[in-house]
């Protein structure tokens, strides 16, 4: 049973327009999320995260949205460079005392120059 | 602060031995948590180590199991290799400062290949 999908396993976004990636999560007891970045060959990397008691985070280019209703997190990259390529994970856990992230199965994305 | 450390890199094993794969968390770190990454399986949570205590555990088979030392260092062994053991090990540490969990710092990771 995959608690957080990653529906999209790949994503092509021209340089300079926007990349939106997408998470979609069954497990209502998630209330942290985050999102990783990958280059081959290297751990992932941590960007940008969110609580459940905020709507949306920005970092710099990153921003991620959560709705919550919905079970949804965003991470949208504006504007898309072509070292942005790379697979994207997000990740949730729950508040209630255990400790462990689960992870989507990635997307990767290709800036296009 | 010197990253996620993880040894070996690489590393080639047949089918029905054992490997011991070795991670040094940031320092000041005392949760370790490992991963296994396969193709189109994203990352699958083995277990999480917080002063030499296995906090949580994935849902893996006995013959995956680890420790966690007093200096925070953590080993992962596999027993009895199968092929579909050929994954990327990735070991990742977090302050655990917090009653919850925080944010995770990765390593590069093992590359295991099972002949």
């Known amino acids: 049973d995959q608690q957080v999908k990653q529906n999209s396993p790949s994503l092509s976004v021209q340089e300079g327009r926007i990349s939106i990636l997408n998470c979609d999560y069954t497990n209502s007891m998630f209330d942290y999320f985050l999102w990783y970045k990958k280059y081959p060959a290297e751990g992932p990397t941590f960007l940008i995260s969110i609580s459940s008691i905020k709507d949306k985070n920005e970092d710099g280019r990153f921003t991620v949205f959560l709705n919550k209703s919905a079970k949804h997190l965003s991470l949208h990259i504006v504007p898309s460079q072509p070292g942005d390529s790379a697979v994207y994970f997000c990740?949730?856990?729950?508040?209630?005392?255990?400790?462990?992230?689960?992870f989507g199965t990635g997307t990767r994305l290709k800036v296009l120059a | 602060k010197a990253g996620v450390t993880q040894t070996p890199r690489y590393l080639i094993k047949t089918r029905g031995q054992q490997v011991t794969l070795s991670c040094s968390p940031i320092?000041?770190?005392?949760?370790v948590s490992w991963y296994q990454q396969t193709p189109g399986q994203g990352l699958q949570f083995l277990f999480e180590?917080?002063?030499?205590?296995?906090?949580n555990k994935g849902n893996f088979p006995g013959r995956f199991s680890g420790r966690q030392f007093s200096n925070s260092r953590s080993e992962m062994n596999v027993s009895t290799l199968e092929l579909g053991d050929s994954a990327l090990y990735l070991c990742?540490?977090?302050?655990?400062?917090?009653?919850?969990?925080?944010?995770?710092?990765f390593g590069p990771g093992t590359r295991l290949t099972v002949l």
């Open positions: 990742a540490s977090s302050p655990a400062t917090g009653g919850r969990a925080d944010t995770q710092y």
């Open positions: 990740a949730a856990s729950a508040a209630s005392g255990t400790y462990k992230y689960i």
């Open positions: 180590y917080f002063s030499e205590t296995q906090r």
């Open positions: 320092s000041g770190h005392r949760s």
